[in-house]
Nanobody, 115 residues
Framework: QVQLVESGGALVQAGGSLRLSCAASSSIRSINFMGWYRQAPGKQRELVASITSGGITNYADSVKDRFTISRDNAKNTVYLQMNSLKPEDTAVYYC?????????WGQGTQVTVSS
């Protein structure tokens, strides 16, 4: 079992940058899948980016070349660097970890991009 706490959400102007952090309560070294999801009002939650324990990354087409996911196993933290933000990036961003014991989610952090 693992607890996840997201941080770093804020109000930012279009074209700006933010870095989200997802701090885990225990070691993430052996967690094969960690991902960032987002949910905008009235929309379904969608996968934004994911990273495996081996460092393989995957991105939604809408964020490719703008967002970068990374993990620091020593700090038990996964990051999402978001550049060139657009109003359509506005959403609550959630961190997710998939372990053998199940799927775990954080409480989310709000990102609002003003035009």
């Amino acid at each position: 079992q693992v607890q996840l706490v997201e941080s770093g959400g804020a109000l930012v102007q279009a074209g700006g940058s933010l870095r989200l952090s997802c701090a885990a309560s225990s070691s993430i070294r052996s967690i094969n899948f960690m991902g960032w999801y987002r949910q905008a009002p009235g929309k379904q939650r969608e996968l934004v980016a994911s990273i495996t324990s081996g460092g393989i990354t995957n991105y939604a087409d809408s964020v490719k070349d703008r967002f970068t996911i990374s993990r620091d196993n020593a700090k038990n933290t996964v990051y999402l660097q978001m550049n060139s933000l657009k109003p359509e990036d506005t959403a609550v961003y959630y961190c997710r970890a998939i372990l053998a014991t199940g799927s775990y989610w954080g409480q989310g952090t709000q990102v609002t991009v003003s035009s």
